[in-house]
């Protein structure tokens, strides 16, 4: 479970009674498909003929530049979800973290979802390799676009219980 009970009202749109900037929300959705374009090759080494992931990451992109519709992005991320579930370790958590990437346009709180999922992804086949973790999660946090760091800096604050606590540096 990455999404909390009480949504922010800092990550939902305008349009929906939040105060989220379309802009915001497009760099969110990058941001996202960065994180999990960053594990994709654990994916792709398990399962190289299924670009369902991939998919899901150019959706994410696609729907950020508005090429794609919210629906056509969010149903990739269904499908790169629906390549994770028969697999296990970074490949699994890789491709779910594709699919988190592709739902940031649905709801933006996925955005963590992708980080999280990446994060697990690249502490390895038992998670235990937690040195790798942090690094990821500090390559994430370079990445992050200035306009929306503090933003996401105090979202994985404010979550970080429920998203595994990946987030500890």
């Not at 960065?34 to 994410?60: G, K, M, N, S, T």
């Not at 390799?129 to 929306?148: I, S």
């Amino acid at each position: 479970m990455i999404l909390p009970e009480v949504r922010d009202p800092r990550m939902v749109t305008i349009r929906r009674g939040g105060s989220l900037t379309d802009e915001h929300h497009q760099l969110l959705a990058r941001w996202a498909a960065d994180c999990a374009e960053h594990v994709l090759q654990f994916f792709a080494a398990v399962c190289p003929e299924d670009d369902r992931p991939e998919q899901a990451i150019a959706a994410a992109r696609a729907w950020a530049a508005g090429e794609m519709p919210m629906m056509t992005a969010r149903a990739a991320g269904g499908h790169a979800m629906g390549a994770a579930r028969p697999l296990t370790g970074p490949a699994r958590f890789a491709a779910y973290a594709a699919g988190q990437a592709a739902c940031v346009g649905h709801v933006a709180e996925h955005d963590l979802g992708a980080a999280a999922y990446a994060i697990k992804a690249a502490r390895g086949p038992k998670e235990s390799d937690l040195a790798a973790g942090r690094a990821e999660l500090r390559w994430q946090r370079r990445a992050l676009p200035d306009e929306v760091r503090e933003l996401v800096l105090e979202d994985q604050s404010r979550r970080n219980a429920i998203c595994w606590s990946v987030f500890t540096d």
